[in-house]
């Protein structure tokens, strides 16, 4: 089992910026691919960002350029971080961190963390 946990979220003006965290604990030995996912009211979930294992990235093109994916890999944690730079009030959701682990092929979640940006 994989626990996920986020924190960095908040309120920040149009044009700010934001870093969020994930901090990964348990079977983190089992975990090859990390990002992040965003849902908007009313809106379905969407990819943000990925990180696989040997750092390899992907980008949703509305992200492209502002955003910016990284990965701690620790002794016995897994840190991913998203800095958001440039940040759009369309930026607005709840921020989900994941971990897939290709160990037991499992999807793991974060509980989620806010970003409000403000116009």
């Known amino acids: 089992q994989v626990q996920l946990v986020e924190s960095g979220g908040g309120l920040v003006q149009a044009g700010g910026s934001l870093r969020l965290s994930c901090a990964a604990s348990?079977?983190?030995?089992?975990?090859?691919?990390m990002g992040w996912y965003r849902q908007a009211p009313g809106k379905q979930r969407e990819l943000v960002a990925t990180?696989?294992?040997?750092?390899?990235?992907?980008?949703a093109d509305s992200v492209k350029g502002r955003f910016t994916i990284s990965r701690d890999n620790a002794k016995n944690t897994v840190i991913v971080y998203l800095q958001m730079n440039s940040l759009k009030p369309e930026d607005t959701a709840v921020y989900y961190c994941?971990?897939?682990?290709?160990?037991?092929?499992?999807?793991?979640w974060g509980q989620g963390t806010q970003v409000t940006v403000a116009s």
């Open positions: 994941n971990a897939y682990s290709d160990y037991n092929f499992a999807d793991y």
């Open positions: 348990g079977s983190t030995f089992s975990i090859n691919s």
């Open positions: 990180i696989g294992g040997t750092g390899s990235t992907d980008y």
